[in-house]
C-alpha cells in the first residue's frame, strides 16, 4: 500500500459558498456534499482571490496573488511555465489527473484553438500526466473536446448547440433573462457535469499505477448559463426559494460594477424572478452533488476511500441577483465567497471553522498533504495541521487577520469586519462596508468621514504589502 495518501480535488466552476446544505442553505438538496462535511472540516470563511474565472484558477495552480502572477482578466492565459502546485505534487511521487474543464487559457469567440487536445501540451506543463479536458457550455459552441465529440456520436451535438445559440443569440440582443432560460433538451445524463463525472468514475475504477494519485475533478457547472433540465429543476420550489439582497448598488460606483449590472440584465428583477431564477441554478448543484455521491462510492468500491484527502472548493461565487447582478467580477460576498470542505482519509466528527482563508491556503493545503516541495513566495498557510488536530484545538478556529483578492485593475481586503475595495494603480478607495452591522453590504461607506482612519489602515497594513512587493515567478 502506498503510504502517501492520494488526493482528489472537486473544483466545480461558480458554486457560490452558501449555496450548501452544511452551510445553512434552507432549501438546496445536497446531501452527499453534507455527508463529506459530516466527516470532514467546513471553513466557512473561504474567499477567491479573484472573482474571475482564468485569474482565479492561475492563483490555485501558482500560489500567487493575481498582482504576482499578473492574470487580470478572462483574455490572457495564464502562464503554464510559471510555477505550478501540481508539477511539484508530480515531482514528489504522485500520478496527476484532470478531468473537466481547466479553463487556464482563452475559451470561446477570442480562443485560437479549435479542439481542447490541441492544448494538451500546456497542461502538460502544467504538470499533468492525464487529461481529459472539456469547456464549459457557451465555449461548446465553439470550440470542441472530447464532450462534444460524445455528443456527435450519439446524434445531440446539433440540438445541444442550438439551444446554448438561441440563448447566446438573445443576450446579445440584450433580451436574455435568467429566469425565462428554458429548460437544457438534453437528456440529464448527457449533462456536461454528468459526463465530467461519469469520466471520473471511470478513470477511478480503472486506475491501475503503482504511484499515489492527485486528480482534479473541474465540473463546469454551475456556471451559467442555469441550463438545468427540468428534471433538476422540478425539485425546487421557486415560492421556497431564499429571496436575494435585491437592493441596486447606489452612485456612484466602480467600472466593475458598471460592467456587470449590463451585463446582468437584471436592473428591476422582482422577487419571485429572483425566486424562479434560483431554482434553475440550484438543479446543477443537486446534478453535480448526486455524481460527488458516485465519485465517493466508487473510491470505497476500489478500496482507496480511506487512504484519499478529499477537498471540494470553487474558483468564484455567482451573484445570483442579488444587487440586481448575476455573474462575478465584484467583490460582493455573493461573488467573493467559495465553499471549502476538507475530508480527510480517517473520517472523523464533521465540524466548522470560522477563520478566515482563502485559495491560495488550499494551494498550500495540497502541497502539505503531497509533502511536496513548497511554492516560492506563496502566501498561502497549509489547513491540515487545522483539519487533523481537530475542534478542540487552541487553534481550530484560527485564520488570517485578512484576506486579498483583486479582478482588472481593482484590489479588495477583507477582515473579519470591515471590506475595503481600491483601484490597484493609485490605491483611491471606492467600495468600503462595515460587514458587522451591514452584512447585506448595502452602504457603501467609502466618503465617511469617520471610517478614514480604518481604510487608511487597511491600505498601510495589508494591502500595500501585495502591491508593492517584486513581481519574481
Known amino acids: 500500500m502506498n503510504k502517501k495518501p492520494n488526493i482528489i480535488l472537486i473544483f466545480p466552476d461558480q458554486h457560490r459558498g452558501d449555496i450548501i446544505g452544511c452551510m445553512g442553505d434552507p432549501v438546496v438538496i445536497t446531501p452527499n456534499l453534507d455527508k463529506l462535511a459530516s466527516e470532514g472540516v467546513v471553513f466557512t470563511q473561504c474567499f477567491t482571490n479573484s472573482p474571475l474565472c482564468i485569474p482565479a484558477r492561475a492563483t490555485l495552480m501558482t500560489g500567487k496573488y493575481v498582482s504576482d502572477h499578473g492574470i487580470i482578466d478572462n483574455n490572457k492565459e495564464a502562464s503554464s511555465s510559471s510555477q505550478s502546485h501540481v508539477r511539484n505534487i508530480?515531482?514528489?511521487?504522485?500520478?496527476?489527473?484532470?478531468?473537466?474543464?481547466?479553463h487556464l487559457y482563452v475559451h470561446g469567440a477570442n480562443s485560437e484553438w479549435n479542439?481542447?487536445?490541441d492544448k494538451i501540451d500546456v497542461l502538460r506543463e502544467w504538470g499533468f500526466d492525464y487529461i481529459h479536458e472539456i469547456t464549459g457550455p457557451i465555449a461548446s459552441i465553439i470550440n470542441d473536446s472530447p464532450y462534444t465529440d460524445y455528443l456527435k456520436e450519439k446524434g445531440l451535438l446539433k440540438t445541444h448547440r442550438k439551444y446554448l445559440r438561441d440563448y447566446r443569440a438573445e443576450w446579445t440582443r440584450g433580451?436574455?433573462?435568467?429566469?425565462?432560460?428554458?429548460?437544457?433538451?438534453?437528456?440529464?445524463?448527457?449533462?456536461?457535469?454528468?459526463?465530467?463525472?461519469?469520466?471520473?468514475?471511470?478513470?477511478?475504477?480503472?486506475?491501475?499505477?503503482?504511484?499515489?494519485?492527485?486528480?482534479?475533478?473541474?465540473?463546469?457547472?454551475?456556471?451559467?448559463?442555469?441550463?438545468?433540465?427540468?428534471?433538476?429543476?422540478?425539485?425546487?420550489?421557486a415560492e421556497e426559494m431564499p429571496v436575494g439582497i435585491l437592493e441596486k448598488p447606489k452612485e456612484p460606483y466602480p467600472g466593475n460594477i458598471t460592467f456587470v449590472l449590463n451585463w446582468s440584465g437584471l436592473d428591476g428583477i422582482t422577487q419571485s424572478q429572483n425566486q424562479l431564477m434560483k431554482t434553475f441554478y440550484y438543479g446543477k448543484i443537486t446534478l453535480?452533488?448526486?455524481?460527488?455521491?458516485?465519485?465517493?462510492?466508487?473510491?470505497?468500491?476500489?478500496?482507496?476511500?480511506?487512504?484519499t484527502w478529499i477537498i471540494y472548493t470553487s474558483d468564484h461565487g455567482e451573484m445570483l441577483g442579488d444587487h440586481m447582478m448575476s455573474h462575478k467580477i465584484v467583490f460582493y460576498e455573493g461573488a467573493l465567497r467559495i465553499p471549502l470542505i476538507i475530508k480527510p482519509p480517517a473520517s472523523a466528527e464533521g465540524w466548522q471553522s470560522k477563520g478566515l482563508t482563502d485559495q491560495i491556503d488550499i494551494t498550500a493545503s495540497l502541497i502539505d498533504i503531497?509533502?511536496?516541495?513548497?511554492?516560492?513566495?506563496?502566501d498561502?498557510?497549509?489547513?491540515?495541521?487545522?483539519v487533523l488536530a481537530g475542534p478542540k484545538d487552541p487553534n481550530a478556529q484560527q485564520g488570517k487577520v485578512a484576506v486579498f483578492s483583486q479582478v482588472l485593475r481593482y484590489t479588495m481586503v477583507r477582515n473579519e469586519q470591515f471590506k475595503l475595495v481600491v483601484r490597484s494603480h493609485n490605491l483611491k478607495p471606492v467600495e468600503f462596508y462595515d460587514l458587522k452591522n451591514d452584512p447585506n453590504e448595502v452602504e457603501n461607506r467609502v466618503n465617511d468621514?469617520?471610517?478614514?482612519?480604518?481604510?487608511?489602515?487597511?491600505?498601510?497594513?495589508?494591502?500595500?504589502?501585495?502591491?508593492?512587493?517584486p513581481k519574481n515567478d
Not at 448526486?290 to 478500496?303: H, P, Q, R, S, T
Not at 498561502?380 to 487545522?386: F, T
Open 288 to 307: 453535480i452533488d448526486e455524481w460527488i455521491g458516485k465519485i465517493v462510492k466508487a473510491l470505497e468500491g476500489e478500496g482507496l476511500l480511506d487512504n
Open 175 to 237: 433580451e436574455t433573462k435568467p429566469w425565462k432560460l428554458p429548460p437544457s433538451p438534453l437528456p440529464s445524463e448527457d449533462q456536461l457535469d454528468s459526463y465530467t463525472g461519469q469520466k471520473a468514475v471511470e478513470w477511478i475504477h480503472n486506475y491501475n499505477e503503482d504511484k499515489p494519485f492527485y486528480l482534479q475533478i473541474c465540473f463546469p457547472g454551475p456556471h451559467d448559463p442555469f441550463d438545468s433540465t427540468q428534471e433538476y429543476r422540478d425539485m425546487y420550489k
Open 115 to 117: 479542439h481542447t487536445n
Open 380 to 386: 498561502g498557510r497549509s489547513l491540515i495541521p487545522q
Open 449 to 469: 468621514p469617520t471610517l478614514l482612519q480604518v481604510r487608511q489602515q487597511l491600505i498601510d497594513n495589508h494591502i500595500n504589502e501585495v502591491l508593492n512587493r
Open 90 to 102: 508530480r515531482d514528489a511521487g504522485y500520478h496527476t489527473a484532470v478531468i473537466g474543464k481547466t
Open 370 to 378: 503531497a509533502c511536496a516541495k513548497p511554492l516560492e513566495n506563496c
